[in-house]
């Protein structure tokens, strides 16, 4: 009988060999890997193992299991949601600031401009269109702003990242917005959100506009002004400031 951390590094080790195989094939979504007796003759391992690595492979969205006739370990498309979640935490235990969080954002969004205007088509200039209108109706409803927002939400730089056709390029953007916007909610009631939201809106719609143009020296002028403007709104206090201006408020306490 295997101990609980042997199990654990079986469960794994299987996973990463299903994984591996579903990448070989070309991760067809949809095709049928078979049974779970199936894979368990493929892989020769135990029905705990086997169900131990499909948990795994289910929660990053890898595979599903479908029940009844015709059922079995179904390939399916992952999401980067479970990435940017996991992510996430782990930004924050390192110590990550908005303010870092921007340094890094502004390095790679800037690098992504010539890349989306050498792709810029009409299906792509209406994919900003509707996103800006979509955006544009939620920077008015404050009340639905966290409703619509979850924490791995597609905002508008996760957009511009698509438009690159570089999905490593969409997923680090996606990653550092989602961070950045997960410091900003848990800062702001609907009111402070509603009047930085419109402010925000206008900048991308500016963006959008000097992109869709092919104009590449004003949506990289365009781009870097949104960005330090949203640095300015979302931007975290430093530490030392925060303790500063709360000791003033005990010391001089408002009258």
């Known amino acids: 009988m295997i101990g609980t951390g042997e199990f654990d590094k079986a469960g794994a080790v299987t996973a990463d060999r299903i994984q591996n195989w579903i990448s070989n094939e070309g991760w067809p979504i949809g095709l049928r890997l078979g049974t779970e007796p199936d894979l368990m003759a493929r892989f020769t391992v135990s029905r705990g193992v086997l169900r131990e690595a499909l948990r795994m492979l289910e929660q990053q969205g890898v595979v599903e299991t479908r029940r009844g006739r015709g059922g079995g370990v179904v390939v399916s498309q992952p999401s980067t949601d479970a990435v940017v979640e996991a992510a996430i935490p782990y930004l924050r235990f390192r110590g990550v600031r908005t303010n870092h969080t921007f340094e890094a954002r502004r390095a790679l969004e800037l690098s992504m401009v010539p890349l989306i205007i050498d792709r810029m088509n009409n299906d ?132």
């Open 124 to 255: 792509n200039a209406r994919t900003l269109e509707q996103f800006l209108e979509w955006e544009g109706t939620l920077a008015k409803a404050p009340d639905e702003f966290f409703e619509r927002k979850h924490t791995a939400f597609r905002g508008f730089h996760t957009i511009l990242a698509a438009l690159t056709g570089n999905p490593a390029l969409e997923l680090f953007v996606h990653v550092l917005e989602s961070l950045t916007f997960a410091a900003y909610r848990r800062n702001r009631d609907t009111g402070q959100i509603q009047l930085e939201d419109n402010t925000i809106y206008e900048r991308h719609c500016a963006v959008a506009a000097a992109l869709i143009a092919k104009d590449a020296d004003r949506a990289l002028r365009e781009l870097d002004e949104a960005m330090a403007l949203a640095r300015d709104l979302y931007g975290e206090p430093d530490p030392v400031e925060r303790l500063k201006a709360r000791a003033a408020s005990i010391l001089l306490p408002d009258k």
